[in-house]
């Protein structure tokens, strides 16, 4: 998955594996100190839990990533989508992981045994999602937009959008582009 958002999405795969690894240390840490505290020992279904999380998280940058690329298309700058994305994104990342956690709420009320780790496992891992992507991932795609050489096309992988972008933005469509090329 790594060298998936590193190839598509260029410097977003870069701040999208630093989101990831950083939410795989915090999840690590709060296991251990809910370990620590309470006694809380992760099994098997526990780590079945942690690893759908991982896939929820990964969800939320690429819905964030394809709204930004979704607002390029529309014309707007790199600078000028993020914050318009970001509102966009916000709302799904929201529904969907209190989609999950109502999910994983239910299942721990409902569930027994190695089921309920599962489920505890799979809320935490949805609460923490939240926290980095709101505290971690949106700002650095923030402050990226803001950086003139990490925003250039070529280094952010949005140039084909780019291109796409200012071409809707200046009247002239695809469709108009390829004919007169040929």
């Given at each position: ?177 390829k004919t007169k090329g040929a």
């Open positions: 998955m790594f060298v998936y958002c590193l190839a598509y999405y260029r410097m977003l795969g870069v701040l999208t594996v630093l989101s990831l690894v950083l939410s795989g240390a915090i999840v690590y840490a709060v296991l251990v100190l809910l370990g620590r505290w309470i006694g809380f020992t992760l099994d098997l279904a526990g780590v079945a839990g942690f690893i759908i999380a991982i896939g929820v998280t990964a969800d939320s940058f690429v819905v964030y990533f394809e709204r930004l690329k979704d607002e390029m298309r529309d014309g707007k700058s790199f600078r000028s989508a993020v914050p318009r994305a970001w509102a966009r994104a916000r709302r799904t990342i929201l529904a969907s992981d209190a989609i999950m956690f109502l999910c994983a709420a239910v299942l721990y009320v409902l569930a027994v045994g190695e089921v309920r780790g599962f489920a505890f496992t799979l809320g935490m891992s949805t609460v923490l999602d939240l926290i980095v992507v709101f505290l971690v991932t949106h700002p650095l795609v923030a402050m990226v937009a803001k950086s003139k050489k990490l925003s250039s096309p070529k280094l952010s992988g949005l140039g084909t959008v780019q291109r796409l972008g200012q071409q809707r933005r200046g009247g002239v469509h695809i469709s108009q582009t």
